[in-house]
């Protein structure tokens, strides 16, 4: 059964730093691509960054220079260091395994002073 736990979230003053993780398991974490995504309140759900097994990376626009994507595979867990965080950031992020179609329940980050 493939699971996605994110943790991580939290209140943070905007300029500040957070880092997700997300802990995979019931499948080959090595051989697959992984995603994050968030979902503003009153917004659609959309991709911030995405890792393929080979340590290629994409990021969306609005967070390229701000948001790493990194995994470690001996862990089966992937993160997300956000920097210079800002208002506009605040959403709930989620972890997501693409080729298996699975989500984590998400994790809450908000931004504010």
């Known amino acids: 059964q493939v699971q996605l736990v994110e943790s991580g979230g939290g209140l943070v003053q905007p300029g500040g730093s957070l880092r997700l993780s997300c802990a995979a398991s019931?499948?080959?974490?090595?051989?697959?691509?992984m995603s994050w995504y968030r979902q503003a309140p009153g917004k659609e759900r959309e991709l911030v960054a995405t890792?393929?097994?080979?340590?290629?990376?994409k990021y969306a626009d609005s967070m390229k220079g701000r948001f790493t994507i990194s995994r470690d595979n001996a862990k089966n867990t992937v993160y997300l260091q956000m920097n210079s965080l800002k208002p506009e950031d605040t959403a709930v992020y989620y972890c997501?395994?693409?080729?298996?179609?699975?989500w984590g329940q998400g994790t809450q980050v908000t931004v504010s002073s």
């Open positions: 997501n395994a693409p080729w298996f179609g699975v």
């Open positions: 890792i393929t097994a080979g340590g290629g990376l």
């Open positions: 019931g499948f080959t974490f090595i051989n697959y691509v």
